[in-house]
């Protein structure tokens, strides 16, 4: 089992930038691919990125831009996942999920997704 925990979202204005964070505990952290989904009311939980169980390898999303705009990476030392965002746009309101996968297949997928955190609100204003 681990435990998922997401901060640092909140209301900003278009063209700014958010670092969201998600603290894992439980199991060896290193073990995980992690990745993080964003969702909003009425629609389903979609990819946006993920990041190999040594944080060398990454994915990202091709909807909405996310490349190029969106930076995941992993600190294994600290067991927590980082999504910086920058560039944000209003189509970037969601929440965002934080997510763990143990195989290590399908990373964009929220079917393979093993473990979920909360969400956290990210609003971003016009």
């Known amino acids: 089992q681990v435990q998922l925990v997401e901060s640092g979202g909140g209301l900003v204005q278009a063209g700014d930038s958010l670092r969201l964070s998600c603290a894992a505990s439980g199991r060896t952290f290193s073990s995980y691919v992690m990745g993080w989904f964003r969702q909003v009311p009425g629609k389903e939980r979609e990819f946006v990125a993920a990041?190999?169980?040594?944080?060398?390898?990454?994915?990202?999303a091709d909807s909405g831009s996310v490349k190029g705009r969106f930076t995941i990476s992993k600190d294994n030392a600290k067991n927590t996942v980082y999504l910086q965002m920058s560039s944000l746009k209003p189509e970037d309101t969601a929440v965002y999920y934080c997510?763990?996968?143990?195989?290590?297949?399908?990373?964009?997928?929220?079917?393979?997704?093993?473990?979920w955190g909360q969400g956290t609100q990210v609003t971003v204003s016009s």
């Open positions: 990041v190999s169980r040594n944080g060398f390898a990454t994915l990202y």
């Open positions: 997510a763990a996968n143990e195989d290590g297949t399908a990373w964009y997928l929220k079917e393979k997704q093993h473990y």
